[in-house]
């Protein structure tokens, strides 16, 4: 039986001791290993504890695992754990295994001399690899076995230990592999991201090799053009259809994230995320169902805005060139490593990104690469062309600099009577009845519209009410007055009282009569009649406006008199208006009243050019549709002109009739005025922002 039994502990043993070996071989975290190891180890020496020392590179011990620490008493004594820090010392610089009892080593005169201050036998094994001594391997063990049986815990442990510097040196060795497997791939990707000096290749480059790099599913890369993103490239994907609903959401929540300036991680979290940033998030993920999620905006380098100030955290996010994008889409765990590896990717992206669109930007790029590739141009043969054109380019450049020519500000405007006037309602109320329609003529004080007001029908019933109580309560009283005055017994004071409320009524009744009149004039306002002759110009009036709820101050429709003089209503774009009022002023410096030449065509007859001169210029901007922010300029020409165009024009021409007119500014450059606009541009939003 006795025989049985330790056959079966030698068989527990060696088991547990393969079952060591198979660790030391995997490729497991230390902590996963050492725990599992001295768990395993504690156990079959049915030992109190076990601790697994580890040095440190250029540092103290440092306790990598325990089993039942605390039951020691180490913990309870600072001067018992300086004794027992001494004594695995010693172990370490010796290197060799050993045994050492309860209360044992220490000096009378050194308190903190080596020793074991505990109750329990120490069994100590230093973990060796290839490069010394890497740590030890301690086990508390109960006092009372015999000496061969302690000896036996020693070899014991000794082959646990060996097997563990084993996994040390093994992975040291992956780790090294691990590294060089890392430099090649970064010294791929940097030679690759760097190569070409194309944002949307650059772009390619860093999604696909920064992918392999970092060891996540997906990378995107968005750029910034001007103050929009584009998604330039994705991962494993040459083309990608741009429309579709995951690129869309992805290009969203990369420029929501770039306009903060701030990095964002998503791990499953969206409470701490601002508003705008979390639906973003939000919409993305239900699409795309990523696990993991890092939007990293990359942003210029500028030393000089490192200081966080409001100030620099708005340059800052003008300094965006773009984001890269990193998805997890199957496992939520990081890969090791990964943060080191994404900040590489993205310093080198910034770099390179930058440095591709910094050559981008360069004037006469496609240019410059022309004459660069072909050499042919400057061989003995072919110089005499060469110098030829260059003679003839900058001939045409010192024309257009030089060559006066006619510069004019163009603009859309519309031909309008003189004669008109935009109708109003004077008073709150409903529109119930247009007898007018579109083009109908109508003399002044036809109507134009009936309303009818709630409100105002209300005051009318109450005021009669107050009409009709007032009148009863006069006669009442006057009755009251007569049969007081026969009575010859009557009260003075009596009569003086009824006389006075008769007073009193009278001013009530004279002030609910002005009431009334009152009434009857805004009554009359529920009619709104055509202060004009002319026609109706608003198209669909009776569409627009029966059964429709107006105020005062809207404009129900639009009166104009045809047969009046007409006149030209032109519509600048405020960022013109420079042109035009710098030019007026320079005229009326020599002629006060010297007036802006303007030449226009109908959209009816185009072919037919008809001149006139600025009359009025508003004071003041307003907006005209897509133009933005027009200033509305009036416009007088000979009435004659336009009975060339049209023998009667006030039934053959239209109201409102489109216009293209040009306004002279006088004398300008010839490359002025065929390139002003994109001198302005530069100077607005290129050269202000510097």
């Known amino acids: 039986m006795d025989d049985e039994a330790i056959q079966r502990a030698k068989y527990e043993i060696q088991s547990l001791v393969q079952e060591v070996v198979q660790l030391s071989k995997s490729d497991i975290e230390p902590a996963d290993f050492f725990s599992a190891t001295m768990d395993k180890t504690v156990s079959a020496l049915a030992a109190v504890g076990g601790v697994v020392w580890m040095l440190d590179e250029g540092g103290p011990l440092k306790l990598e695992y325990q089993v039942n620490l605390r039951e020691t008493g180490l913990a309870e004594s600072e001067e018992a754990q300086i004794q027992h820090g001494r004594l695995l010392t010693q172990v370490i610089a010796k290197g060799e295994p050993t045994i050492i009892p309860p209360y044992s080593g220490g000096d009378a005169e050194n308190e903190e001399a080596a020793a074991n201050p505990t109750e329990f036998l120490l069994i100590l094994a230093p973990i060796t690899s290839d490069r010394g001594v890497e740590g030890v391997m301690e086990v508390f063990q109960r006092t009372g076995g015999r000496p061969t049986t302690q000896r036996g815990y020693l070899r014991f442990l000794v082959q646990i230990s060996d097997l563990a510097g084993e996994y040390v040196k093994n992975r040291r060795l992956l780790h090294f592999a691990t590294k060089q497997t890392l430099w090649e791939q970064l010294e791929a990707f940097t030679t690759l991201v760097h190569k070409a000096l194309d944002s949307r290749e650059t772009a390619y480059t860093i999604a696909n090799e920064g992918r392999r790099l970092i060891g996540c599913d997906r990378v995107t890369v968005v750029l910034r053009k001007g103050t929009k993103y584009q998604v330039s490239a994705i991962s494993g994907q040459d083309t990608f259809d741009k429309r579709s609903n995951v690129v869309r959401l992805l290009r969203n929540l990369a420029t929501t994230v770039s306009r903060t300036g701030e990095d964002l991680w998503f791990t499953g979290d969206t409470t701490d995320l601002a508003p705008q940033v979390e639906k973003a998030v939000n919409a993305y993920v239900d699409e795309s169902h990523t696990k993991q999620l890092a939007v990293l905006p990359l942003r210029e380098s500028d030393k000089d805005l490192e200081e966080n100030t409001e100030e620099n955290q708005d340059k800052r996010r003008e300094n965006i060139l ?242 009046s003089d007409w006149e030209l209503e032109i519509y600048v774009p405020e960022a013109k208006m420079g042109h035009v009022i710098e030019y007026q002023q320079k005229l009326r410096e020599k002629d006060p009243d010297a007036k802006l030449q303007v030449s226009f065509i109908l959209a009816t007859h185009s072919a037919d050019h008809l001149t006139g001169t600025v009359e009025e210029i508003d004071t003041s901007a307003e907006v005209m549709g897509e133009e933005g922010n027009t200033v509305r300029i009036r416009v007088s020409f000979p009435q004659e002109d336009l009975k060339r165009l049209v023998d009667d024009p006030a039934n053959q021409l239209k109201v409102g009739a489109d216009a293209k007119a040009k306004i002279m500014c006088g004398k300008q450059p010839v490359g002025y005025v065929l390139l002003h606009d994109l001198f302005e541009f530069v100077q607005s939003r290129i050269l202000f922002r510097l």
């Open 322 to 563: 773009g984001a890269i994008v990193i998805e997890q889409l199957v496992d939520s765990r990081p890969p090791e490593g990964m943060l080191q590896r994404i900040d590489v990717v993205r310093r080198h992206s910034v770099t390179s990104l930058g440095n591709a669109q910094e050559f981008e930007g360069l004037f006469l790029l496609p240019l410059w690469r022309t004459l660069g590739k072909t050499k042919v141009l400057l061989t003995a043969r072919n110089l005499p062309k060469t110098l030829l054109a260059a003679i003839a380019i900058a001939g045409a450049i010192f024309a257009l600099c030089t060559i006066p020519y006619d510069f004019t500000m163009v603009a859309d405007g519309k031909l309008l009577p003189e004669l008109r006037r935009n109708i109003f309602p004077g008073i709150d109320g409903e529109v119930i009845k247009v007898p007018v329609s579109h083009g109908e003529a109508v003399r002044k004080g036809d109507v134009l519209a009936l309303m009818q007001s709630l409100e105002l029908e209300a005051q009318f019933t109450e005021l009669q009410g107050e009409i009709a109580s007032n009148l009863e309560e006069t006669i009442t009283t006057d009755r009251q007055r007569q049969m007081l005055g026969d009575n010859p017994q009557k009260d003075p004071a009596e009569v003086e009282q009824l006389t006075g409320r008769l007073a009193q009524l009278e001013a009530t009744r004279l002030s609910l009569e002005k009431q009334y009149e009152l009434l009857e004039q805004k009554k009359e306002r529920l009619t709104v009649t055509s202060p004009i002759d002319g026609k109706v110009v608003t198209f669909r009036v009776r569409e627009l406006l029966e059964n429709r709820p107006v105020s005062r101050g809207n404009r129900l429709m639009e009166i104009a008199d045809p047969s």
